[in-house]
């Protein structure tokens, strides 16, 4: 193994929040940086995308104080790189009409000790997956169903 403790990383994430209308709240970019705070995570990239009714994309600057951003406009220091032109258009894509999504890059700090582990007891990181919401719900679901119709077995 050529890695050592100090270039292992936690696994990346993205996620894509949608808000309704044109402004955001703070309430989000709070408890995201209350996980920052904490050593949860770790930001990469932020970018804010804007969708109008007739469906044209464009990025949200997060140094415009007139932009309606809440508290996410104190997250216009996460920019690594790693977000492009053609993210921006594949999270748009997601998105519907008349809408403004947050899109963030983050890194699960919380794993680096259990990976440092790990990578000391001689393992390594193959993969990472993340599962969809609705696939966990799901799947709660059906074995909340199987629970209760087996429960008087």
Do not use: C
Request: glycine share 12%; net charge negative.
């Amino acid at each position: 193994m050529t890695e050592t403790p100090q270039e292992l990383r936690g696994p990346i994430d993205f996620v894509l929040i949608e808000f309704q209308g044109d402004r955001l709240t703070g309430g989000g970019a709070e408890a995201l940086l209350e996980l920052v705070e904490w050593g949860i995570v770790s930001v990469y990239d932020i970018q804010v995308i804007g969708k109008d009714a007739d469906g044209a994309v464009h990025a949200v600057e997060l140094t415009d104080p007139a932009s309606g951003l809440g508290g996410f406009a104190r997250l216009a220091w996460a920019v690594s790189g790693l977000l492009d032109e053609s993210d921006i258009a594949e999270a748009a894509g997601a998105m519907e009409p008349g809408t403004l999504a947050v899109l963030v890059v983050y890194e699960n700090t919380w794993a680096i000790p259990f990976i440092t582990a790990a990578w000391e007891s001689g393992g390594r990181l193959i993969a990472s997956a993340r599962l969809a919401e609705q696939d966990v719900t799901r799947a709660l679901d059906e074995l909340d169903a199987h629970l209760t119709t087996n429960a008087g077995e």
